[in-house]
């Protein structure tokens, strides 16, 4: 009689059952290390796994229940609330009666709500349970204080390509299943498939698994994986890390002119799905805070792609926000106006300070009487239409805020003020 075919996907058939067949994560389960310390010393203490996707976080929580001999029970938040918590807990507190530490593991823990993760704590700070939380966004914005405080934080890496390797070979190696389809991958491949899974196991384990299904002869082509990675979603969350550390990857690459950095971020967040409108409303800041007038045409430039993302819409407005980015990020730069806004705004507070008399508005008789506008001087009067003349108060008289650097078109800016003002901006 033939034996029931294992259905699980790959990357559950494919999970380690033992440490030494765990691959990655060096960092924390090398000798001397924080994880190989528990396990080592079966002393396991509450914490939060924080990592991406396919790095590891369940399976090093199933290894270490199992090599501390852990009654274990794995929740997730997503399916999963308070009256299924409480009766881990209620469990946890039998168990502690004959010495038998209970372990649960809640996975997407940032799910929980602060009443939730509320439900947990008591339990956590009594010693009824070990708490593993496994989280892919910040726990620092996404798990409660009191929480925190009574766990560790453990920071897992994104796999590197050589440990996608290491998985993959394991796979193809060991995996019945798919060496029943006598699938067969070459070496360009399987390298392939590395690179494409971005440091997560399942996903590369899953597009493999796609891909053996399709491949009608057996050998898994680049085609073929083209044709396994349709509909695949990129990890990126619109609201957490990755949608922060890539749009400030973005920015910083613009501020240190290079557009091929830019234009790739800018790429990677347009192909993970981010709102082309945030992208341009981000460009059109940083026309003013980093180019300022070095390049005075970059605003106008940013607004215009803004516009385009707004009315166009992806993906045609893709085009034009690459065409800005580029141009952003090649331009020369200067924050002088935004260091002046800065400066100037720690004395515009005192209102105490008066505007000179001279600069007032005079819209009635009797405010011109009272001095109000009196001996101002227009400057279209006068040749080259200046007029020397004081326009900060009196008690700021001599302060600079604006600086204007030698970039750019700023540089004749720069000449100018200092032929106009030379007791503050010449040399």
């Known amino acids: 009689m033939e034996t029931d075919r294992d259905i699980r996907p790959l990357a559950e058939r494919c999970r380690p059952q033992t440490l030494t067949a765990f691959v990655g994560q060096a960092h924390l389960l090398g000798p001397g290390k924080i994880l190989h310390s528990v396990i080592e010393k079966k002393t396991v203490f509450s914490m939060i796994l924080w ?93 409660i204080a009191p929480l925190l405080s009574r766990s560790r934080v453990v920071r897992l890496r994104p796999l590197s390509e050589n440990d996608l390797m290491a998985i993959l070979e394991s796979a193809l190696a060991n995996d019945r299943m798919l060496l029943d389809t006598g699938v067969r991958i070459d070496a360009a491949e399987k390298a392939k498939l590395a690179a494409l899974a971005q440091g997560d196991a399942r996903r590369m384990l899953n597009v493999l698994e796609q891909a053996a299904l399709l491949a009608g002869d057996g050998n898994i082509t680049s085609e073929v994986i083209a044709e396994a990675l349709r509909g695949v979603v990129v990890y990126y969350d619109r609201a957490g890390d990755r949608h922060y550390d890539t749009i400030s990857a973005f920015i910083k690459s613009m501020r240190g002119s290079d557009p091929d950095a830019a234009v790739y971020y800018l790429a990677r967040m347009l192909v993970a799905g981010e709102d082309p409108v945030f992208i341009a409303r981000r460009m059109v800041i940083f026309a003013s805070e980093d180019v300022g007038n070095a390049s005075p045409q970059a605003l106008p430039i940013a607004v215009a792609a803004l516009t385009a993302a707004q009315t166009i819409g992806p993906p045609e407005a893709e085009i034009v926000l690459a065409q800005c980015a580029t141009f952003l990020a090649s331009s020369p730069k200067s924050n002088a106006s935004y260091m002046a806004l800065m400066k100037a705004k720690t004395h515009a507070g005192d209102f105490s300070v008066e505007i000179p008399m001279h600069l007032r508005n005079a819209p009635t008789k009797l405010m011109s009487e009272m001095g109000y506008a009196r001996e101002y001087r227009y400057p279209h009067d006068s040749e080259g239409h200046f007029v020397k003349e004081r326009y900060l108060p009196e008690k700021l008289a001599g302060e600079t805020f604006y600086r204007p650097s030698s970039e750019g078109s700023e540089k004749a800016i720069a000449e100018r003020l200092a032929r106009l003002w030379p007791e503050r901006f010449g040399k």
């Open 51 to 143: 990592g991406e996707p396919g790095c590891g976080k369940t399976t090093l929580a199933r290894l270490i229940a199992a090599h501390c001999g852990m009654e274990a029970h794995f929740l997730s938040a997503v399916s999963s609330g308070v009256p299924e918590v409480r009766k881990v807990i209620e469990r946890g507190k039998e168990n502690r009666k004959s010495g038998v530490q209970t372990l649960l593991f809640l996975d997407e823990i940032h799910r929980f709500n602060k009443a939730q993760q509320d439900a947990v704590l008591g339990a956590v700070e009594s010693g009824d349970i070990v708490l593993i939380g496994a989280t892919t966004e910040n726990p620092s914005f996404q798990v």
